[in-house]
């Protein structure tokens, strides 16, 4: 089955700095997803890119998909100490069903 | 604030019990997911309910069996506990051929094996 992995596991920043994390994946996809989750609380979506999309903008949050190296990449600009989080990516496969990586813990330090 | 909703928040359970967990999902969602999520890892995949079917299955065993109900709601159930089963249990709701791909998740449910 498709698996997002993210690169790197952890990560720590000051505020006001942007925060980069990649995430690749293993077979061909419908679309792929970010999630953040707070203290292992639920998940919560950020972002979509479908596959013939090559970047997207949502606020701080940009999203790129390089589908020839199967790969993404999550930047949040001018971080805020709220966005610690564990972010995760997560591949679909056209039927709602995720598979998601192993997640990049970020701690934005005020 | 997703409108998913899971119960209980916590409970422990020993080994060889069985568990229902319970969900309801975001109004006018017709699709409910399960994951299973152990600690330091992401949400695995468990099982997809569309109008009351079965609509896929991860890498899980039968002992992790699910409902859903015509009102959309949804139960996972797992048999003979085993110490591996502790983790949090997400439930996700979606709109299938809303073509949004966005998945809805409550506060999971953490599920304690002793």
């Known amino acids: 089955s498709q698996q997002g992995e993210e690169d790197p596991q952890a990560l720590s920043i000051q505020e006001g700095e942007n925060a980069t994390m990649n995430c690749s994946y293993k077979?061909?996809?419908?679309?792929l997803q970010w999630y953040r989750q707070n203290s292992g609380r639920g998940l919560v979506h950020l972002i979509l890119i479908r596959s013939n999309e090559r970047e997207k903008h949502s606020g701080r949050l940009r999203v790129t998909l390089d589908t020839s190296k199967k790969s993404s990449s999550l930047l949040i600009t001018a971080s805020r100490a709220a966005d610690t989080a564990s972010y995760f990516c997560?591949?679909?496969?056209?039927?709602?069903?995720?598979?998601f990586g192993k997640g990049n813990q970020v701690v934005v330090i005020p | 604030e997703t409108g998913v909703t899971q119960s209980p928040t916590h409970l422990i359970k020993t080994r060889g019990q069985q568990v229902t967990l319970r969900c309801s999902s975001q109004s006018g969602h017709n699709t409910v997911s399960w994951y299973q999520q152990a600690l330091g890892q992401g949400p695995q995949f468990i099982f997809q309910y569309y109008r009351e079917e079965e609509n896929g299955r991860g890498n899980f065993p039968p002992r992790f069996s699910g409902l859903q109900f015509p009102n959309y709601s949804s139960e996972l159930n797992v048999n003979a506990l085993e110490l591996d089963d502790s983790a949090l249990y997400l439930c996700?709701?979606?709109?299938?051929?809303?073509?949004?791909?966005?998945?809805?998740f409550g506060e999971g449910s953490r599920l304690t094996v002793l």
């Open positions: 997560a591949t679909d496969d056209g039927n709602n069903r995720l598979a």
């Open positions: 077979t061909s996809i419908n679309n």
């Open positions: 996700a709701s979606s709109l299938v051929k809303a073509n949004t791909g966005e998945l809805f």
